[in-house]
Structure formats: structure tokens, C-alpha cells
């Protein structure tokens, strides 16, 4: 095309220069055209029809590989074909144009390939049966692509090979290890993580150093998004879950129950012996009834402390409370004691484990002991406050 375009000027006249840069402007200025117009072909026709089959189909993925426009980093390769074909007419800067064009095609397979690996991660990660999270693996894979694709890139503009660019970034080895230091242990983080199944999507996780009370919601190669129950946002770098300790919620949300342990203190000025005319006393108390004659069939008893009466009640109640799960480790016992009073601690299971109704189980059953510890004469104890210190100086 070149010489037949310069034969045609040159018929004219003119100066063999000047001909010879009027035949490169209009042989690019041609290849611009068909370019454009191969473009065009590609994006407003092929890929209409393109659609158009998609749409028919019964499968998903290529609906998701269409809107992700993956398919349109191919239609690149059309106009980058074209320059390649118009390259050799050139009579200077031919040798550009091709590896101009040449690069341009692997860039454009480049991105598709990342396309694609987009698209895997969202079909994956779009399915709640699926655990183990595959976007960190799929960023390194693009790490990868994208640091093999530039060096190839590179390579073709400049001219050398790539296994000679390869060894020459074989000597930078050590300034990329500065460079990657948080990419590489956030890399060995994440396989430890999802090998061992320590953590997923969806998990509930605390970790207070860095602030960290929610749900894992995303997992990617260098971080670990977490939402907040206040509805904040932290992200926690993924190497920090294998350097510190974190606390997944996994195993109390599978299991059977949530555990409530509290305690409560007992003045041990309120602390006595009961005889048979108290005990009998209680008896008239409905909800006490059933407990009481139950217990007293077991035992023999002149004399009882009203604390164990309250604690061996406490135990009924929870075995005879739906909202507990009593099939799980349940137990009322009193610690050492302290210059507060006597410690009661309340060791048992709620069946509800979600946060806003573990918490109304959990306060129903301390507002229940708070409301019927009266009845056993017991006081909880607390610390004086102004007006006792007032009283005590007005009867005075």
C-alpha cells in the first residue's frame, strides 16, 4: 500500500522526502480508519449478538461474564489486530507500530483473563454454601498476571527477551521483599486462615486491639473487613490474625446454647439457718411450693441454710425454664469470698444465642433472682451509700 500511495505522489513530482512522509501519514491515517471502523464492528454489532446468545442461554455465568464487560476487553483486540496487519507498509516506525500492536493484543487478553477471575470470585462469593473465601487466592493469581503480563508487555516494547528481563528483576529479589513485606505474610496469613478453617465470611469475631466486634464481611489478600454491631467498619490486616489472637464466635453459634455467667453478692450478714416453721412459711408462697415439697421428699431436715435453699431453687428453676438448655453444663455455686460479700455465680446455657435475645434471657433471669431472693431473707449486698452516712449521723 505504502509504494502504491508514494508511486502516486511521486507522479506529481514531488521530492522523494516529501513523498515518502505524505505515504506514512495517509498509510496511518488509512489505518486509523479501519481501525475505528473494526472497533466499531466489534463493540455495536458482534457484541450485540453476542448478547443476544447470552440472553438465550440457560447458564448464568456468561450473563455475569457479559455485564463485567469481559467480553469487550476482547473486542480490543480487533483494532490492535488491524495496526498489526497496516504495520509492515510503514517505511519508518514499522517495527514500533508491531510491538505497539503486539502489546496491545496481550493487554488485552490481560484483562480479560482478570475478567474472568472477577467473575469466578463473584459466582463463588455469591453463594452463602460456600465457606472457604477464594478472593485472596484470586488476588495473588492477579498479582501474578499482572506482574508476568507487564514484564511480557515490557519486554515487546523494548525489545528484550523475557527471560532476560525475568533474571534482571531476579537481582531486585531483596528491594521487592521491602517492597511486598505486608503482601507476602498477608499471603501466608490467608492460606493458614482458610486451610484451617479459622475464619470465613459471615463469622462473628472480636478482637479488641484493633477494635473489632462483628461480622466478617469481606476477606481479601491483605485485609479482613469487619462490621461493627454499631454498623462501623474496621479492617484488620490479615497477617494481624495469625500474629495475635483473635476470638471467633463460630463454636457458641453451632453449638447448642450461649453461655450466661454472672454473679451475684450476698450479704453474709443476711446469711442464716432456716427451721421448719421458715421453710413452711416459704411453702405458702406458690412458686416455691412445687420446689419445696420436691426437696424436702430427698432430705431430712431440722435445720437448712437459706442459701442453699436459694441455690438449690435457682437450679430448679433453670431445669424447669425452656429458655435454658439444660442438656449443656449448668450450675449455681458460690465462689471465694470477697470484702463485697458472698460471690453467687450463675453458670448455664441460653438456647438463644443471637445478640438481642440472648441479652433479654440473660436479664429476665437476674431480674428474676433479684425479685425473688427476698423471700429467702437474703440481701445482696452493696456499698453504703450518702444517705446511710446521713442517717447515721441525724440519729446521732
Partial sequence: MFSLINDFLLSYKLSENLSGFLSNIIVFGIMIIFSYIAYLITNKYIMKILEKIIQKSKFKWDDILFRKKVFHSLGHIAPAIVILSFSSTFSVFNE????????YIVLSIIFTINGILRTISDIYESDSKKYRPIKGFIQLIQIVLFSLGGILVLGILINKNFTYLLSGIGALTAVLLVIFKDTLLSLSAHVQLTANKMIRKGDWISMNEYGADGNVIEMTLNTIKVQNWDKTLVYIPTWALINSSFKNWKGMEQSGGRRIKRCIYIDFESIKLFDKDKIDNLKSKNYLSDFLNNFLKSMEIKHISNLTLFRKYLVYYIENNNK??????YIVRHLDYTEHGLPLEIYVFSKEKSWVEYEGVQSELFEYIYSV??????KIYQLPSYDNFKNISLSN
Fill in 96 to 103: 514500533g507500530f508491531k510491538r505497539f500492536a503486539i502489546s
Fill in 324 to 329: 435454658f438448655n439444660t442438656k449443656m453444663t
Fill in 373 to 378: 431472693i427476698e423471700a429467702f431473707e437474703l
